[in-house]
């Protein structure tokens, strides 16, 4: 969730500097009613934080020089979670997906923001019914049955 925050007014909690732009650990709110609370070094996110989106999802992790890196949460606002490797700002890398009740749904890669190369998609097992679903990357299909620890290939 990028925002066009040039544009975007802002109220600062937290102490600034002498261009009154954040500095040290402050809460953002943008006119957009999302919210970053964390470490800002002169107006740019650096160190542990977290956005809360208008629409209640949030995204955790550490940010350098405004962009996250490394390894981020986020979190949908129905509470499944995405759990990545972020570089410059964009999930690229291994990633894990898991659904509201806490279970995989996704293990493999992503690149610029989309899924890539082999991964494996996890669905419950369902009594009545399995759609079948196109990709378009390379898919190795797991059914992961709930009652049981075992898999299908």
């Not at 007014?9 to 970053?36: A, I």
Request: glycine share 12%.
């Amino acid at each position: 969730m990028d925002s066009d925050e040039e544009a975007l007014e802002e109220t600062v909690e937290g102490p600034v500097d002498e261009d009154d732009l954040p500095h040290g650990f402050c809460t953002v709110t943008y006119s957009s009613s999302d919210r970053f609370e964390g470490h800002f070094t002169h107006g740019e996110k650096n160190g542990k934080g977290k956005f809360y989106f208008f629409d209640g999802s949030t995204l955790e992790g550490h940010y350098v020089e405004d962009a996250l890196q490394g390894q981020g949460v986020y979190t949908y606002e129905d509470g499944a979670i995405l759990c990545g490797t972020y570089v410059d700002g964009e999930l690229n890398g291994p990633a894990q997906e898991y659904d509201c009740e806490g279970r995989l749904s996704f293990r493999g890669q992503y690149r610029d923001n989309s899924r890539c190369g082999d991964c494996s998609i996890y669905y419950p097992v369902s009594p009545a019914f399995f759609p079948l679903l196109t990709f378009n990357f390379t898919l190795k299909l797991f059914l992961y049955l709930k009652t049981t620890s075992a898999f299908i290939w």
